[in-house]
């Protein structure tokens, strides 16, 4: 069996993006198309109705290649449970207000079992000096929280 992976909005905005001109964000999108050439059929993908309307928003061309590149890929529902921790990790870990669509993205990977969470949020998602928290706000609810993280922590090595 594939680990079930949530694929938050970061990673098909940087995999349909135009090349940027800055060096990091350049080097993101390339390692985005190295995983999802190279890695993306070792895992089960998920999105949730949240990342499709992100990905619906801004210029036109480009939201249609984000949602051409998720359109196969099963949908997780925004239960009361996932609002309910969504709302403890924006309390408790504590998220900005701003930082609701994060918290929530957090929220429905752990509530529907997810092993991972791939995200290039590393603001309020995939960030080392929230995870301990995150994961004890998610412990604390009864749910085991998936490993977050970058498409780069999830190449091989060879790769």
């Known amino acids: 069996m594939k680990p079930r992976l949530y694929l ?3 990673v098909p905005s940087y995999l349909t993006a135009r090349p940027s ?9 390339q390692t985005t198309r190295q995983w999802w050439e190279q890695r993306r059929a070792e895992f089960e993908l998920y999105v949730s109705q949240v990342v499709v309307r992100e990905c619906q928003g801004g210029e036109p061309d480009a939201a249609a290649k984000r949602l051409d590149a998720i359109r196969d890929l099963p949908l997780l529902e925004q239960t009361t449970n996932a609002t309910a921790l969504a709302e403890s990790l924006l309390r408790q870990v504590p998220l900005p207000e701003k930082a609701v669509v994060d918290a929530l993205h957090i929220a429905i990977s752990a509530v529907h079992g997810m092993n991972y969470l791939l995200t290039w949020n590393c603001t309020h998602i995939a960030n080392a000096s929230l995870r301990l928290r995150i994961e004890s706000v998610c412990w604390e609810h009864g749910y085991e929280p998936p490993v977050i993280c970058t498409p780069e922590e999830l190449l091989r090595e060879d790769e």
């Open 8 to 10: 938050e909005t970061t």
């Open 21 to 29: 001109h800055d060096l990091i964000r350049s080097a993101h999108q």
